[in-house]
């Protein structure tokens, strides 16, 4: 248990549909992030909250739309995604956005049909 | 170009067996993580190295960051089965946000 949970863990969905990642902490961080990690590449950062206020936008497609509505609470919201998109996203939080030391959800794997 | 180098990308052991995996970079980094990460799951936070020359160990796993910052490694004294995952290091070169190295799948067999 991380403390970090993510729903949901598996999701397959068409490339005109719509649907939402979830992700959820209370371990009272103040900052929570978006990664994207696919097959032989890095981590990658799409999206850094700090206080419920979006501070870092790494270059992500509009197609992907991000929501903070508190600072225990994450959404990553999908729309009209391409077969590339298939990825195992991940949410995770640390202490504040200057803290290194970050606690990751399980994930949510997704597949783009 | 990527900021963190990890060596080598895949390991396979047999249990028992000691191994060294490295991180390389030529940034300073004020810290540097090692996560360890399972099939299906999230990254799982490690350690922590801080300070040039800081050596941490955590049972069987001893980590150290080099004298420089520049780099970490992580030696596994008799590799077990659960040991198996995906090995990453994470740092933050200045006060940046976290990043992330590719990784080193280690196996352990029975």
């Known amino acids: 248990e991380t403390g970090v949970t993510q729903t949901p863990r598996h999701l397959v969905m068409g490339m005109t549909n719509k649907k939402s990642l979830k992700c959820e902490q209370h371990?009272?961080?103040?900052?929570m992030y978006w990664y994207k990690q696919s097959a032989k590449k890095p981590l990658e950062l799409m999206f850094v909250?700090?206080?419920?206020?979006?501070?870092e936008n790494n270059s992500v497609p509009s197609r992907f739309s991000p929501e903070c509505p508190n600072s225990s609470h994450l959404f990553l919201h999908l729309h009209t995604l391409q077969p590339e998109d298939s990825a195992l996203y991940l949410c995770?939080?640390?202490?504040?956005?200057?803290?290194?030391?970050?606690?990751f959800g399980q994930g949510t794997r997704l597949t783009v049909v | 170009t990527q900021l963190l180098e990890q060596s080598p990308q895949f390991l396979s052991i047999q249990e028992g067996e000691n191994l060294t995996v490295y991180c390389n970079s030529s940034?300073?980094?004020?810290?540097l993580q090692w996560y360890r990460q399972e099939p299906g799951e999230g990254p799982v936070l490690l350690v922590t190295?801080?300070?040039?020359?800081e050596v941490k160990k955590l049972k069987r796993l001893t980590f150290q960051f080099g004298d420089a910052r520049k780099d970490s490694s992580l030696h596994i004294t008799a590799a077990q089965p659960g040991d198996t995952g995906l090995y990453l290091c994470?740092?933050?070169?200045?006060?940046?946000?976290?990043?992330f190295g590719k990784g080193t799948m280690l196996l352990v067999s029975p």
């Open positions: 995770a939080s640390s202490l504040s956005r200057r803290d290194t030391e970050a606690f």
């Open positions: 371990l009272g961080h103040n900052a």
């Open positions: 909250y700090s206080l419920e206020e979006r501070v």
């Open positions: 940034s300073v980094f004020s810290s």
């Open positions: 190295v801080v300070t040039g020359g």
């Open positions: 994470a740092g933050t070169p200045g006060y940046s946000t976290l990043t």
